[in-house]
């Protein structure tokens, strides 16, 4: 990836669906650019693991929460 294309140091990036495939990618690519990534998966593991791999190769650029679903009734 070029990095030199864009700075996003001092935003947020909220990726819903991070735990895995394109939603993943998507906030790894971000986070390398200098986002702080908000990290959504309905499972905490998931997101605890993702958190970390994002961590470990940028430092602190990443937040989770767990996302909850509801149903209307």
């Known amino acids: 990836m070029v990095s030199g294309l864009f700075d996003l140091t001092g935003k947020v990036a909220i990726v819903t669906g991070s735990s895995r495939g394109i939603g993943k ?3 790894e690519a971000l986070a390398s650019h200098g986002a ?3 990290i959504s998966s309905r499972k905490q593991d998931a997101c605890d693991e ?3 791999e994002i961590n ?3 430092g ?3 937040q989770w929460r767990r996302a ?3 149903r209307k009734r």
């Open 25 to 27: 990618a998507s906030a």
């Open 36 to 38: 702080k990534v908000v």
């Open 50 to 52: 993702v958190a970390a």
């Open 56 to 58: 470990a190769r940028h």
């Open 60 to 62: 602190e650029r990443w």
């Open 68 to 70: 909850s679903r509801t």
